[in-house]
């Protein structure tokens, strides 16, 4: 089917974007976004192995990662709603309260 | 070469420059759509690889349930519009981060496994019914754990969104 460095090259290039994302944003739910990014980088390569190795493992696993994505988007966003309440603003180089 | 092989790489490039979108678009909300674009694009890859079930979940949990909850969450915080608001303004330096991991990844895959060379896998076998069976007996104990940190998470995101009434 589809050759193993084909979808680690997708993949990495997933993370790298994601990488940028998480590093240049400054809007809460964009850092969010480009997490996500990196998530699904991550699930492109069990995947993959998954294929290669003829093992479900992987799959099962993608299907972990997937939940706690699911789970972290919607703590994640509760808290920035809770920091937009508070704070009028969603930028998070404007949240530094415990910075030394 | 084959057919797969050559929709996999539409699929990676529609996926891959909607990804960039992602992270350098002015607009929050175009930024979700495009994400929608990314993501599909992987659930498209997993169908592509074999693996039917984890694709189609993909699409529904993400497309469906994720992208939304970044709609609400942009709907209901209000986001400045153009990159020097929702970037920082030093952003070179992720950008040089960025294409530091993508150079460093993309020649390590290549050198462990060259492109001519290395042979197509199967499809993934099994399908849906092998990967029900593992789910439930190897990894019951993980599955239930994934359950209940989704019990947390709702319990936790409802507690902190939750406006506080006079306590």
């Known amino acids: ?100 | 070469m084959n057919v797969h092989e050559y929709a996999f790489i539409v699929v990676a490039t529609i996926g891959s420059i909607a990804a960039l979108a992602v992270v350098t678009a002015r607009n929050v909300v175009h930024a979700a759509l495009y994400l929608v674009v990314t993501l599909a694009s992987v659930g498209v890859t997993f169908l592509l690889v074999g693996a039917e079930f984890v694709g189609w979940v993909q699409i529904l949990i993400y497309v469906g349930a994720i992208v939304i909850l970044f709609l609400f969450g942009l709907m209901l915080t209000k986001a400045p519009i153009g990159r020097d608001a929702l970037d920082y303004q030093n952003r070179a330096v992720g950008a040089i981060v960025g294409i530091v991991f993508a150079l460093g990844l993309g020649s390590l895959i290549l050198r462990a496994w060259p492109i001519g060379s290395t042979p197509a896998p199967p499809t993934i076998g099994g399908g849906s019914a092998a990967l029900g069976s593992a789910l439930f007996s190897t990894y019951v104990l993980p599955f239930e754990a994934v359950s209940f940190l989704l019990l947390a998470a709702l319990i936790g995101a409802i507690v902190l969104a939750r406006r506080d009434e006079g306590t």
């Open chain 1, 1 to 100: 089917m589809i050759r193993l460095p084909l979808l680690l090259l997708f993949s990495a290039f997933l993370f790298s974007t994601g990488i940028y994302g998480v590093l240049a944003r400054r809007n809460a739910v964009m850092v969010l976004m480009a997490i996500e990014l990196l998530l699904n980088a991550v699930n492109v390569n069990l995947i993959a192995f998954a294929g290669e190795l003829q093992d479900v493992t992987g799959q099962v696993f993608a299907l972990f990662v997937i939940a706690v994505a699911a789970a972290e988007v919607g703590i994640g966003l509760a808290i920035v709603i809770l920091l937009f309440r508070n704070r009028a603003s969603i930028n998070v180089d404007e949240v530094d309260l415990l910075k030394w």
